[in-house]
T-cell receptor, first 116, second 115 residues
Framework: AQTVTQSQPEMSVQEAETVTLSCTYD???????LFWYKQPPSRQMILVIR??????QNATENRFSVNFQKAAKSFSLKISDSQLGDAAMYFC?????????????FGSGTQLTVLP | GAGVSQSPSNKVTEKGKDVELRCDPI?????LYWYRQRLGQGLEFLIY????????KSGLPSDRFSAERTGESVSTLTIQRTQQEDSAVYLC?????????????FGEGSRLTVL
């Protein structure tokens, strides 16, 4: 079974600074998807960024980028120029590329605080 | 509507009562998922529906939990004889199905409190 580990329960960053959230996962598969979701106090999960495992290039979405290290099974999220609106719980997630059990498997989350 | 809709937003019930939680997915999404999120924790997978295939119930924690979905529309999660440990936010998500880049779209969840 796949597992996702987020070892940082809480992180804080100064507004306009850069922060990196860590995520590691365990799988025996070669093709899969990885995601970072953001959950603000409203509870709704919002997709931040996605990475296909077969792509070597790291995904980027504006101020958000990932460092995908497939051999190390590491998938960290970098937030540049942090804004107050980035404060939320961030979840790393894994999904199989094909076959059964296509649900997302989530890590335990990292609570990000942005300091003004 | 444009997004995944869940109701009720909040539900308070007494231990031993049955509850039903409803999820209305995005139109055209064939896949539907239920997750449970206990306070301060990550999301636990409960059940997954894909089109007319048999649902994946591997995450249901006990036989008090069940879910139904009619076709590719609304789903209902039922918890019978609720216990205090069932208190959590129940999140529903939908996606386009197996031929997809993998994104799940989530509702805002139903917060269940069992007294």
């Amino acid at each position: 079974a796949q597992t996702v580990t987020q070892s940082q329960p809480e992180m804080s960053v100064q507004e306009a600074e850069t922060v990196t959230l860590s995520c590691t996962y365990d799988t025996s598969e070669s093709d899969y998807y990885l995601f970072w979701y953001k959950q603000p106090p409203s509870r709704q999960m919002i997709l931040v960024i996605r990475q296909e495992a077969y792509k070597q290039q790291n995904a980027t979405e504006n101020r958000f980028s990932v460092n995908f290290q497939k051999a190390a099974k590491s998938f960290s999220l970098k937030i540049s120029d942090s804004q107050l609106g980035d404060a939320a719980m961030y979840f790393c997630a894994y999904r199989r590329f094909s076959g059964s059990a296509r649900q997302l498997t989530f890590g335990s989350g990292t609570q990000l605080t942005v300091l003004p | 509507g444009a997004g995944v809709s869940q109701s009720p937003s909040n539900k308070v019930t007494e231990k031993g009562k049955d509850v039903e939680l409803r999820c209305d997915p995005i139109s055209g999404h064939t896949a539907l998922y239920w997750y449970r999120q206990r306070l301060g924790q990550g999301l636990e997978f409960l059940i997954y529906f894909q089109g007319n295939s048999a649902p994946d119930k591997s995450g249901l924690p006990s036989d008090r939990f069940s879910a139904e979905r009619t076709g590719e529309s609304v789903s209902t999660l039922t918890i019978q004889r609720t216990q205090q440990e069932d208190s959590a936010v129940y999140l529903c998500a939908s996606s386009l199905g197996v031929v997809t880049a993998g994104e799940l779209f989530f509702g805002e969840g139903s917060r269940l409190t069992v007294l």
